[in-house]
């Protein structure tokens, strides 16, 4: 690399559809390479689209560093990696473009890339329209799922995180009609699986206890508003109990966040993405980070979308953003020192003591 190497973890930002607000919450996050301490960022998009925006947003006092591969990032700068020939580029905040959607679509190809050759160690995703990015290669109702197939993965679990509050959910982007097909025990056991992984690999939390929602009103009311949480709900919930996991529920999904049980509960599995995601929003919107769990790698963006509405207005939050960046270098880390702590325990090293665990080493790092 341009600058000897650090152990910063090298985390990659894809600017999404560059006519919405991501490229400004970028911007915003990372002006005067104030993050430069935590982390070395890469811009996976434009460094032309940006340096529009960084006229319009009147940031003419910081420079960007354009570079052409991550191996040649400066771990004291801003890097940005151009993913597709932008000489006639222009930004149009607020429209929904072709041009945008494919933007969007080469930037995170790009991202992926590196990510899957640790190039980078975490990704941070920009928001993107569903609808114009889609293309031969991408036909996908989300990040989630293309990155679940690009990993290997048969699913992978969306997971908003606020804090001490995450929001899992069995089914993510579908129409509400096609929700009941997929309430079924296998795909309630994988979920439930990959969240006590999540809770226990990437938070740190050695005993986690999880809620699980109901899907009918009043979670069935004992079978006389639905059968699902008779028929398939509260068996795996006994399963997981039986083994000794701290899993409770099903819910009623409208009280459970009203009264506050969520706080007893290092975790929260709804059902469908709007039983989740509307209380989530609702209690975190400006801090929520959307976490990818499941995955070989860390993925992490912010919970708002394109906000065409806003876009290039100078009024956009990066609060959200600057979360999803927390988080992706506190969950890359914690990877590695577990890593470590394996390679340690094999070949008989002593152990780190407590004050070492970066999740109680103070800082950025946000661990239970």
């Known amino acids: 690399m341009s600058e000897q190497q650090s152990d ?16 400004e919450v970028i911007l915003k996050a990372l002006e005067g390479n104030q993050l430069s301490k935590l982390c070395t960022p890469i811009i996976y998009g434009s460094l032309r689209v940006l340096n529009q925006y960084r006229n319009l947003l009147e940031m003419k006092d910081w420079n ?27 930004i149009q905040p607020g429209k929904i473009t072709a041009e945008a959607g494919q933007g969007s679509f080469a930037s995170l190809k790009r991202a992926v890339e590196d990510l899957k050759e640790g190039r980078i160690q975490a990704l941070v995703t920009g928001p993107i329209n569903k609808d114009n990015i889609q293309n031969e290669d991408f036909k996908f109702p989300g990040h989630t799922e293309f990155l679940a197939e690009a990993f290997g993965k048969d699913d992978a679990l969306m997971f908003m995180v606020a804090g001490d509050l995450r929001v899992g959910v069995l089914t993510g982007h579908m129409p509400l009609q096609n929700v009941r097909e997929h309430i079924t025990a296998e795909k309630l056991t994988a979920k439930i699986e990959q969240i006590l992984q999540s809770l226990k690999g990437d938070f740190g939390i050695k005993k986690p206890k999880l809620a699980v929602l109901g899907l009918n009103p009043h979670a069935g009311e004992n079978g006389l508003l639905g059968s699902e949480e008779i028929e398939v709900i509260q068996p795996v919930i006994k399963q997981f109990k039986e083994k000794g996991h701290l899993v409770v529920g099903p819910f009623p999904a409208d009280g459970f966040f009203a009264a506050g049980t ?3 509960y290092d975790a ?23 976490f990818t769990a499941g995955l070989s790698a860390v993925r992490t963006s912010p919970d708002h979308g394109t906000a065409y509405n806003i876009a290039g207005k100078n009024i956009a939050e990066p609060g959200s953003l600057l979360q ?11 990877r590695i020192f577990n890593a470590d702590m394996e390679k340690n325990a094999l070949i008989s090293k002593p152990q780190p003591s407590e004050s070492q665990h970066p ?9 239970n």
């Open 64 to 90: 960007l560093h354009g570079i052409q591969k991550a191996e040649q990032a400066n771990h004291k700068l801003t890097n940005v990696i151009t993913c597709w020939h932008d000489h006639q580029t222009e």
């Open 8 to 23: 910063k973890p090298v985390i990659g930002i894809t600017i999404g559809d560059y006519n919405g607000i991501g490229p």
């Open 262 to 264: 969520y706080r007893q």
């Open 359 to 367: 999740a109680k080493s103070g800082g950025k790092q946000r661990f």
């Open 268 to 290: 929260v599995l709804a059902m469908y993405h709007d039983q989740g995601l509307i209380p989530f929003k609702t209690l975190a919107f400006n801090e929520g980070v959307n």
């Open 324 to 334: 999803a960046l927390y988080l992706a270098c506190d969950v890359s880390r914690f």
